[in-house]
């Protein structure tokens, strides 16, 4: 995976998050992304995974840009998020339907990749019930 960043800023009103960030890591190169508290690292990642737009500058994951190719750069990627993102009210299947369509996972495909991943971790038989159960 390659990763470009050109003067990459967010600002949330008056307040300048990511201020004009550039930086470029190539496919197998190792890169620490370290800074204090309100730094604006995790404002950053979730520009680079297009779960947030950038109020400037662009990016590139795999060569697709952030904003205007945001579905070739989710295929390309993987998040594990700091927080748990399943809505514990919902069952199993429900879950990954709705990360479904968030990741715009075509129609057509969504039932089979939702038993496919359930069978994957063990829990096909599970997929009606609360994931809270």
């Given at each position: ?18 201020k004009?960030?550039d ?13 204090p508290n ?14 947030l ?36 009210y ?14 715009h ?28 159960t």
């Amino acid at each position: 995976m390659t990763i470009t960043v050109e003067k990459l800023s967010r600002s949330f009103g008056d307040i300048q998050a990511v201020k004009g960030i550039d930086l470029h890591v190539e496919r197998g190169e190792t890169f620490g992304f370290l800074g204090p508290n309100g730094a604006g690292k995790s404002t950053t990642i979730k520009m680079l995974c297009t779960l947030l737009r950038p109020t400037s500058g662009r990016a590139w994951i795999n060569g697709y840009d952030i904003e205007r190719e945001a579905s070739q750069v989710r295929q390309g990627i993987g998040i594990v998020f700091q927080d748990p993102t399943l809505d514990e009210y919902l069952t199993a299947e429900q879950n990954l339907y709705y990360h479904c369509m968030i990741y715009h996972t075509p129609r057509k495909t969504r039932a089979a990749r939702i038993r496919d991943v359930l069978q994957l971790v063990g829990l096909d038989e599970r997929r009606k019930d609360i994931v809270k159960t």
